[in-house]
């Protein structure tokens, strides 16, 4: 029997435990996919640390899939052996429950996450639902792509569906893994984008990465500076502090939307700047694997690119812990020997 390696969780709050184990049978309408690289994304840690209600462990994490279709299922014709693939959050659907039928396919009530729902991308091999698999560029090198089927597709896709047009003002808060994609997806699309953090220091990246503003929230307020542009008719908040977020709902613009994809514990709004501008605060969720492909193919033509830094499969804790510690710039990926 054909074995991989995996780096796997067996319980709540445990290690990544390097095993082999054998690969796993393809079932019908699914593809086997031969990984190339998978990223960490800080979202992994609702499987590892267990907050994540019903996980069933031992679990491999990782929705942030580059890889090569391997086998395919009874009943798949979309998809061939040798073809490069993604993986993103969005687990597949069902295709006959209510929200698929009004075509919210990214609701089904199956609710199927890659990495939570079944084994994902820290291994030499996983299986996927065809519905969950995205079509990847010949251009885009695996450690390239990996991290734009979470972090890519979250802000390319909250971004394209915000209501901004091309020449509005959109501010992308918070300059780490998603902003510094946000940024330069709002630049390639168009907008006249600005960027917020914290310290004078992130002024020289964010305009590399294509902010035509830069705001720097520890000495100026960024409400104010958003006004004097306008008000900006999308603010992507990407950072995880509510209160970053509350200090920014100032700046939009009449009828802007605060775009959160941060994963904030709570966030204070002001019912009077709600209404007075018929503003709004909305939630947006990655994608599907249609959306992925889309981020896929306009990062590859437009250039868009996550910094990364990679580690081994190997490695895999040392790399959990350099994510979750902050300071990787800006994706860590995991690659596969
Ligand atoms: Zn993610
Ligand atoms: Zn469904």
Not at 34 to 49: F, M, N, P, T
Not at 198 to 220: F, H, M, N, W
Not at 260 to 283: E, F, H, N, W, Y
Not at 302 to 323: I, Q
């Amino acid at each position: 029997m054909a074995t991989m390696r995996v780096a796997q969780v067996t319980r709540p709050k445990g290690p990544l435990e390097i095993v082999e184990r054998p690969v796993p049978d393809v079932k019908p309408g699914w593809v086997q996919i031969k990984v190339q690289a998978c990223g960490i994304c800080h979202s992994d840690s609702l499987v590892k640390e267990g907050m994540w209600p019903g996980v069933e462990y031992p679990r491999v994490p990782g929705h942030e899939v580059a890889g090569v279709i391997d086998a395919v299922g009874s009943g798949v014709s979309d998809f061939a052996p040798g073809q490069r693939v993604g993986v993103g959050w969005h687990g597949g659907y069902c295709g006959h429950c209510d929200h698929c039928r009004r075509g919210e396919f990214f609701a089904c009530v199956t609710g199927q996450v890659t990495g939570i729902s079944f084994d994902g991308g820290y291994g030499e091999y996983m299986v996927a639902p065809v519905s969950a698999v995205a079509r990847m560029p010949a251009d885009l090198p695996p450690v390239e792509a990996a991290p734009l089927m979470c972090a890519g597709i979250t802000t390319f896709n909250a971004l394209r569906n915000s209501g901004a047009r091309p020449g509005d003002v959109a501010a992308v808060l918070g300059l780490g893994g998603l902003g510094h994609l946000g940024v330069q997806y709002a630049a390639k699309m168009g907008f006249h984008t600005v960027g917020i953090a914290r310290g004078k220091d992130k002024e020289p990246l964010a305009r590399k990465l294509g902010a035509s503003v830069y705001i720097d929230s520890q000495a100026q307020d960024p409400a104010v500076e958003l006004q004097k542009l306008g008000g900006a008719k999308v603010i992507l908040a990407t950072v995880t502090s509510g209160d970053a977020m509350s200090a920014v709902q100032g700046g939009l613009a009449v009828n802007g939307t605060l775009l959160v994809v941060g994963a904030a514990d709570s966030l204070q709004v002001s019912p009077i700047m709600l209404l007075m501008g018929c503003r709004s605060v909305k939630g947006w969720y990655s994608g599907t694997s249609i959306d992925s492909e889309d981020t896929l193919a306009f990062s590859s033509r437009t250039g868009v690119r996550s910094m990364n830094e990679t580690f081994p499969l190997e490695r895999a804790n040392e790399g959990y812990e350099r994510m979750m510690s902050g300071k990787a710039r800006f994706r860590v990926v995991l690659t596969m020997g």
